[in-house]
T-cell receptor, first 109, second 117 residues
Framework: TQLLEQSPQFLSIQEGENLTVYCNSS?????LQWYRQEPGEGPVLLVT?????EVKKLKRLTFQFGDARKDSSLHITAAQPGDTGLYLC?????????FGTGTRLLVSP | GAVVSQHPSWVICKSGTSVKIECRSL??????MFWYRQFPKQSLMLMAT?????????EQGVEKDKFLINHASLTLSTLTVTSAHPEDSSFYIC?????????????FGPGTRLLVL
């Protein structure tokens, strides 16, 4: 069983649209991280959220950590083709980083 | 930011041969390195955790005799896929962890695509 379930699995939208990606679990985490991975490359860290209810912004990306620290969301405003990629949430457990199931985003011009 | 490199970036081999993949931390020392495997359109799955100078810790279901990991120095870890078969075809990604002050950060390599014919 996957500890971190992401939804949707795949999202195809037009440039300029808004979208939200979810990362859910029944477990409580001290922190969660979000990564973006482009095809043929390794994942790159976008943000780490630590406090329940925390909201962090990275340009057009808004990350939120649930109040109970069991879930997180990523909202992208006015998506651009450069946002295309695999978005992964992850938590650090027992000295290792465990990834969620991933959301594949395709933004068409 | 810190850089992690992998070599080769892609490899094609015949079934039954062994393939070695190198992972290097270029500008920092990594006491711990990780190896992940990623199948098409799927997430990253941790295979093993490698600590410098000691045996790797493998995740459940990963065969340690098939995926040999060596972490001989603080900047180099290698993954050898022994007697590779077509089902081993995948994208292999390494990661290196560094501690700076109280903060631990994990950096990922660009990945190695393996195709076993």
């Amino acid at each position: 069983t996957q500890l971190l379930e992401q939804s949707p699995q795949f999202l195809s939208i037009q440039e300029g649209e808004n979208l939200t990606v979810y990362c859910n679990s029944s477990s409580v985490f001290s922190s969660l991280q979000w990564y973006r991975q482009e095809p043929g490359e390794g994942p790159v860290l976008l943000v780490t959220v630590v406090t329940g209810g925390e909201v962090k912004k990275l340009k057009r990306l808004t990350f939120q950590f649930g109040d109970a620290r069991k879930d997180s969301s990523l909202h992208i405003t006015a998506a651009q083709p450069g946002d295309t990629g695999l978005y992964l949430c992850a938590f650090r457990g027992f000295q290792k980083l465990v990834f969620g199931t991933g959301t594949r985003l395709l933004v068409s011009p | 930011g810190a850089v992690v490199s992998q070599h080769p970036s892609w490899v094609i081999c015949k079934s039954g041969t062994s393939v070695k993949i190198e992972c290097r931390s270029l500008d920092f020392q990594a006491t711990t390195m990780f190896w992940y495997r990623q199948f098409p359109k799927q997430s990253l799955m941790l295979m093993a955790t490698s600590n410098e100078g000691s045996k790797a810790t493998y995740e459940q279901g990963v065969e340690k005799d098939k995926f040999l990991i060596n972490h001989a120095s603080l900047t180099l870890s290698t993954l050898t896929v022994t007697s590779a078969h077509p089902e081993d075809s995948s994208f292999y990604i390494c990661s290196a962890r560094t501690s700076r002050g109280f903060q631990e950060t994990q950096y990922f390599g660009p990945g190695t695509r393996l195709l076993v014919l």
